[in-house]
């Protein structure tokens, strides 16, 4: 089963909003077992929309529209629906009883005819309800695709694709099952796990797929099988995971795409009862956003400063001007009394330190742009190493932040007894 997800709004095309939407209905498909065959995001326009139309017509199962509904008059779905499926409007008793409920039981104000149209609904369609706004979904099928227009507001179509479009499609289709498995890899490139890995890439049963998704510092790897028996699937999974463990295993941090490094970095010290700090200055405090972008991270992480400027390392963090004045900023030397004083500031079991220069240009000292000190501090040891990331200054930023959180776990395993 295949389905084309249409985007409409200009707001789009000129890069004023990004398109969340259509990731987020191909997920929902792809746990269901539909296959999303292209993506498309098209103008406000009646003929561009009647001809997208036109052009899917049999060729997918689904269409799924977001955008182009709602209370003002430039959202023009619903009368696009009309002509293309040769109906008319007419209104929809339950949908304006639900307006009028909104805009004069929750807003207490008068309901205009703007609003009052949000209840005309093309007359052959399938209402679906929408609980969180004023705007309807509509179902319609002609020949042999289904059409289906949602409001481009997230939430509004969050809410519709989990409690109406999920459910109906499936209730009323047969279909494969998809099954993804995400192995997290961190520490070595693409090109050398694709090399490291050949052989059994080239054994893979012909319904087993695998893909290589880069990223600064790791490499996920998806397997998708797809098929009509579940149990084959999943066992074709776990053996294939076995003996890829076996052959790169000692880069393999973790499985499935919820288990970012910061998550399991975070499972690590809560099962440890321990806590951490960072220091940072060139990653700017990016690696306080990964660990806090954790739910329930208060647990292990106390905190961070970002010393971005020399005098607060000196004047927070307890660095020595004698240091920093014979070795510059960046330095092993200087990260070492960063971590030290961050460890010692937040009186925590772990702590991390990146001192380093990201770029455009060169500031203070003679390092090379790109290069960086990660410290980290491990109980009662520290550990230093140097990197040189390049550029631009972004990738510098990111792969400081993943390597120190990848060093910082390699650590903490090394001690868990």
């Known amino acids: 089963m295949q389905a084309t997800i249409v985007t409409i709004g200009d707001e789009i095309l000129i890069g004023q909003i990004v398109d969340t939407n259509s990731g987020y209905i191909a997920k929902a498909l792809d746990k269901i077992g539909v296959q999303t065959h292209e993506m498309l995001s098209i103008s406000d326009d009646k003929q561009h929309i009647l001809e997208t139309f036109a052009s899917l017509q049999n060729k997918v199962d689904l269409v799924i529209i977001t955008g182009g509904l709602g209370p003002t008059k430039d959202d023009i779905t619903k009368h696009t629906f009309c002509q293309y499926f040769d109906d008319v409007l007419v209104e929809n008793q339950t949908v304006l009883a639900h307006?009028?409920?909104?805009?004069?039981?929750?807003?207490?104000?008068?309901?205009?005819?703007?609003?009052?149209?949000?209840?005309?609904?093309?007359?052959?369609?399938?209402?679906?309800?929408?609980?969180?706004?004023?705007?309807?979904?509509?179902?319609?099928?002609?020949?042999?695709?289904?059409?289906?227009?949602?409001?481009?507001?997230?939430?509004?179509?969050?809410?519709?694709?989990?409690?109406?479009?999920?459910?109906?499609?499936?209730?009323?289709?047969?279909?494969?099952?998809?099954?993804?498995?995400?192995?997290?890899?961190?520490?070595?490139?693409?090109?050398?796990?694709?090399e490291r890995i050949e052989n059994w890439e080239n054994s893979l049963p012909n319904f087993l797929k695998l893909a290589y998704l880069p990223s600064?510092?790791?490499?996920?790897?998806?397997?998708?099988?797809?098929?009509?028996?579940?149990?084959?699937?999943?066992?074709?999974?776990?053996?294939?995971?076995?003996?890829?463990?076996?052959?790169?295993?000692?880069?393999?941090?973790?499985?499935?795409?919820?288990?970012?490094?910061?998550?399991?970095?975070?499972?690590?010290?809560?099962?440890?009862?321990?806590?951490?700090?960072?220091?940072?200055?060139?990653?700017?405090?990016?690696?306080?956003?990964?660990?806090?972008?954790?739910?329930?991270?208060?647990?292990?992480?106390?905190?961070?400063?970002?010393?971005?400027?020399?005098?607060?390392?000196?004047?927070?963090?307890?660095?020595?001007?004698?240091?920093?004045?014979?070795h510059s900023v960046v330095s092993a030397e200087v990260a070492k009394e960063m971590v030290l004083g961050i460890q010692k500031l937040m009186q925590t079991d772990y702590a991390i330190a990146t001192t380093g220069n990201a770029g455009p240009s060169k500031t203070d000292g003679d390092a090379a742009i790109g290069t960086v000190f990660i410290a980290l501090a491990v109980l009662n040891e520290i550990i230093i190493e140097e990197f040189n990331f390049g550029q631009p200054r972004e990738k510098v930023i990111d792969r400081t932040a993943n390597k120190a959180m990848e060093m910082m776990q390699k650590e903490i395993l090394k001690n868990l007894p």
């Open 99 to 194: 307006v009028k409920d909104i805009i004069e039981g929750f807003y207490k104000r008068p309901l205009t005819q703007l609003n009052r149209d949000q209840a005309l609904i093309p007359s052959k369609c399938e209402v679906l309800f929408n609980k969180m706004g004023t705007a309807p979904g509509m179902w319609m099928k002609k020949e042999n695709t289904v059409y289906i227009s949602l409001p481009g507001v997230p939430y509004e179509m969050k809410y519709l694709i989990e409690n109406e479009i999920i459910p109906k499609i499936v209730k009323e289709y047969k279909r494969p099952y998809i099954i993804h498995k995400t192995i997290l890899t961190y520490g070595q490139g693409e090109s050398l796990i694709a």
């Open 216 to 326: 600064l510092g790791k490499v996920r790897l998806r397997i998708t099988a797809r098929g009509e028996n579940k149990e084959i699937l999943e066992n074709a999974i776990a053996e294939n995971v076995t003996s890829l463990t076996k052959i790169i295993g000692e880069i393999i941090t973790g499985f499935d795409e919820d288990q970012t490094i910061e998550v399991m970095l975070g499972r690590l010290l809560t099962k440890q009862g321990k806590t951490i700090a960072s220091a940072e200055s060139c990653t700017g405090g990016r690696i306080a956003q990964m660990f806090t972008s954790v739910a329930g991270s208060s647990q292990y992480f106390r905190g961070s400063v970002v010393s971005y400027a020399t005098d607060i390392k000196v004047s927070v963090l307890g660095v020595s001007q004698h240091t920093i004045d014979k």
